[in-house]
C-alpha cells in the first residue's frame, strides 16, 4: 500500500515557476514508477509527466515539454515537478499517482495508487 500527498500549489502569475512535491509512505515506494496528471474544471484529466523507478527514464506531455522537469528523490520518497515559465492553461488540480510497474506510464489506467491533488492556478 503507498500513500501519496501532493503540495506546493498556489495561486501564481504568469511567467513564473512553481514546484510540487508528492511525499509517499511505504517502504516499497522506489520501486514504483510516478506520474502527474492535471484536471481543469470541465475537462478530462490529462497527462503531464512521468519517471520510471530508477529515475532513468522521463516522459512528457506535449504542452508542457521544455517547461516541465520532473525527479525523484529516493531517499525522502518525494518525487517532484519543477514547472518553469507557467502558463494559464497550465491551471488544474495536479495530481501525482504511483504504477507498481516501475515504468513510466502515460495512461491514468496504469497507475494504482492516487494522492488527492494540489490546486495550481496560473493568472494572465
Known amino acids: 500500500q503507498v500513500q501519496l500527498v501532493e503540495s506546493g500549489g498556489g495561486l501564481v502569475q504568469a511567467g513564473v515557476s512553481l514546484r510540487l512535491s508528492c511525499a509517499a509512505s511505504?517502504?516499497?515506494?522506489?520501486?514504483?514508477?510516478v506520474g502527474w496528471f492535471r484536471q481543469a474544471p470541465g475537462k478530462e484529466r490529462e497527462f503531464v509527466a512521468a519517471?520510471?523507478?530508477?529515475?532513468?527514464?522521463?516522459l512528457y506531455g506535449d504542452s508542457v515539454n521544455g517547461r516541465f522537469t520532473i525527479s525523484r528523490d529516493t531517499a525522502r520518497n518525494t518525487v517532484y515537478l519543477q514547472m518553469n515559465s507557467l502558463k494559464p492553461e497550465d491551471t488544474g488540480v495536479y495530481y501525482c499517482?504511483?504504477?507498481?510497474?516501475?515504468?513510466?506510464?502515460?495512461?491514468?489506467?496504469?497507475?494504482?495508487?492516487w494522492g488527492q491533488g494540489t490546486q495550481v492556478t496560473v493568472s494572465s
Open positions: 511505504g517502504r516499497t515506494f522506489s520501486s514504483y514508477g
Open positions: 499517482a504511483a504504477d507498481k510497474s516501475g515504468v513510466v506510464a502515460v495512461s491514468r489506467g496504469a497507475y494504482d495508487y
Open positions: 519517471i520510471s523507478r530508477s529515475g532513468g527514464r522521463t
